[in-house]
């Protein structure tokens, strides 16, 4: 698929830093969801939920931060959901 190796272009710099035990670190996540890493948006940059078991989420990140990781799973904690709708004010304009 084309989308696996194309690198996405997101303005990691507008997201907001949020801690673990921030109130906005308490969400109800879904499979399909798109979400960032809290504490570092910029080292994973966002990513897709495509598993979620016993609060944890494995997620999809496509290589889109600064670490360039594919897939890893985190404590639900530490994602922070992403309204599909507020996705223009950070991606970037070619």
């Given at each position: 698929m084309?989308?696996?190796n194309k690198r996405l272009s997101y303005r990691l710099d507008r997201l907001p830093?949020?801690?673990p035990f921030h109130r906005r670190a308490q969400n109800n996540l879904q499979q399909g969801d798109l979400v960032y890493y809290g504490p570092c948006p910029e080292y994973?940059?966002?990513?897709?939920?495509v598993q979620r078991m016993d609060g944890y989420c494995v997620v999809d990140f496509?290589?889109?931060g600064?670490?360039?990781i594919e897939k890893d799973a985190f404590d639900i904690k530490y994602l922070i959901p992403i309204h599909k709708l507020n996705l223009g004010h950070i991606l970037k304009s070619t």
């Open positions: 084309a989308l696996k830093v949020i801690r994973y940059g966002i990513g897709e939920i496509r290589a889109t600064a670490l360039e």
